[in-house]
Nanobody
Framework: QVQVVESGGGLVQPGGALTLSCTIS????????VGWFRQAPGREREVKVC????????YYPDSLKDRLTISRDDANNRVTLRMNSLKPEDTAMYYC????????????????WGQGTQVTVSS
């Protein structure tokens, strides 16, 4: 059984930084790409960044590379997302999801999802 567990969310002030982690068990981790998605209150869930099984990174949109850093640790089945220069509009539930093979912005193509971790950016 595949388990996806996010951690690291919390309350942070505007301009601050936060690191989220996603640990996945029950699948061949190094054959899967992992994406981070977020859903703000009253809005649809959207993809933000993905790291492929081979380590390639896709940002949605590309300008997010200035504020997001994603990495993977295949030895520990973990993906880490570092978010800098956080803004109040970054407040959302953040989800991690996995799919076999390469990254995709299509949420329906990710069969494995976590329960999410809440990020709140507020002074």
């Amino acid at each position: 059984q595949v388990q996806v567990v996010e951690s690291g969310g919390g309350l942070v002030q505007p301009g601050g930084a936060l690191t989220l982690s996603c640990t996945i068990s029950g699948l061949t981790f190094d054959e899967h790409s992992v994406g981070w998605f977020r859903q703000a209150p009253g809005r649809e869930r959207e993809v933000k960044v993905c790291i492929s099984w081979s380590g390639g990174v896709a940002y949605y949109p590309d300008s997010l590379k200035d504020r997001l850093t994603i990495s993977r640790d295949d030895a520990n089945n973990r993906v880490t997302l570092r978010m800098n220069s956080l803004k109040p509009e970054d407040t959302a539930m953040y989800y991690c999801a996995a799919r076999r093979n390469g990254c995709s912005p299509v949420q329906a193509w990710y069969p494995y999802w976590g329960q999410g971790t809440q990020v709140t950016v507020s002074s």
